[in-house]
């Protein structure tokens, strides 16, 4: 499985964007750059994904470079609710059978504090 | 809408017991998972489902484990015998397609003594 290489940890002050990198070198053609999080006590969460083009929803932007070797995942205003550990994981969108499914392979994350 | 509900929250035992876990996906997905999160190995897929029939169960530890899908609102991990190594936060999550997003549970804590 490709591997996904992120900080440790993290601080952000509250309402201040916060840009958290992920390094992915070995990345494929096939590989989707997914993002969860992990909250207190709470299972992970999806934040949001992406192939190849920046995408946004309601809770984050995900920007990735262009040649697709790193991404990072922006909060645009952190709130104290957004402390939390971040996962960035690849995986693969082929549709394969058996065990080519692209399964999860959660890393340890980047766990972000944010400060009030 | 209710997601991913899983039952006992909190399980405490003593060791050589037989643990059930229960899960209830959300209603219209057809993929299950479920993941176990320790200090030290992180979160780890245990085993997968797709449409009630497992697909991927390379990440169960060892015969101990096992888990069953009956139907598709319900699937359930038992652990036979309890060993005090299996104490640890297991998930479930479900998904609409093995591609899409997976929705995760709260979790049960299980602590083995």
């Known amino acids: 499985d490709a591997k996904t290489t992120q900080p440790n940890s993290m601080e952000s002050n509250e309402e201040e964007p916060v840009h958290l990198p992920c390094n992915h070198s070995t990345i494929s053609g096939t590989d989707y750059i997914h993002w969860y999080r992990q909250l207190p006590s709470q299972g992970p969460e999806y934040v949001i994904h992406?192939?190849?083009s920046n995408v946004n929803n309601r809770m984050a932007s995900l920007a990735i470079a262009e040649d697709r070797k790193s991404s990072t995942l922006i909060l645009h205003r952190a709130t104290l609710r957004d402390a939390a550990v971040y996962y960035c994981i690849l995986r693969d969108g082929t549709l394969a059978g058996g065990t080519s499914y692209g399964k999860l392979t959660f890393g340890q994350g980047t766990i972000l504090t944010v400060h009030p | 809408d209710a997601g991913v509900i899983q039952s006992p929250r909190h399980e405490v035992t003593e060791m050589g017991q037989e643990v059930t876990l229960r899960c209830k996906p959300i209603s219209g997905h057809n993929s299950l998972f479920w993941y176990r999160q320790t200090m030290m190995r992180g979160l780890e897929l245990l085993i997968y489902f797709n449409n009630n029939v497992p697909i991927d169960d390379s990440g169960m530890p060892e015969d101990r484990f096992s888990a069953k899908m009956p139907n598709a609102s319900f699937s359930t991990l038992k652990i036979q015998p309890s060993e005090p190594r299996d104490s640890a936060v297991y998930f479930c999550?479900?998904?609409?397609?093995?591609?899409?997003?997976?929705?995760f549970g709260d979790g049960t804590r299980l602590s083995i003594l």
């Open positions: 992406g192939l190849t």
């Open positions: 999550a479900s998904s609409l397609g093995v591609h899409q997003p997976q929705h």
